[in-house]
């Protein structure tokens, strides 16, 4: 499990889902245990679609400096899902992105690595440039 703490308050459960994307959810809590995402901003926000985040530059061309291999497993793009962002196959770079409706044009595109279990509330609220005061990952 892990916790997004918003600076300016609320938190966003995740349960992470290690058997649909191992690589993937190990990538997050290493980053995550590393201080990568605190102080980061969700930097994009597309209504009726996703909030975006994890950005060291706040847009969507900045992330980790490695890329990673896509997990496209079993689980879909439900509301509530948790994603890694890419530009194309195989360039996961540590941003995320949660699913604020059922997507299912997603699938098969981007690797689902979460999902949220609370908090869906709070994520329904962010808005473009609100602060990501930690991540902790237990």
């Known amino acids: 499990r892990a916790t997004i703490e918003m600076r300016g308050g609320g938190r966003i459960e995740l349960e992470l889902l290690p058997g649909d994307a191992p690589a993937s959810v190990h990538r997050f809590a ?9 102080g980061l901003t969700f930097h994009r926000w597309v209504p009726n679609f996703v909030i975006q985040g994890g950005s060291p530059a706040a847009n969507e061309y900045a992330g980790d400096s490695r890329f990673m291999d896509d997990e496209l497993g079993r689980t879909g793009h439900l509301r509530g899902s948790v994603g890694i962002s890419t530009r194309g ?6 941003q995320i ?26 994520a329904d609220q962010i808005l473009e440039g609100d602060v990501i005061g930690r991540v902790i990952v237990r």
């Open 97 to 122: 992105f949660i699913d604020l409706l059922d997507l299912p044009r997603l699938d098969h595109d981007y690797t689902v690595f979460a999902r949220v279990i609370g908090g869906m509330d709070v």
């Open 89 to 94: 196959r195989h360039t996961g770079d540590a």
């Open 30 to 38: 290493t980053l995550a245990r590393a201080g990568h995402y605190d």
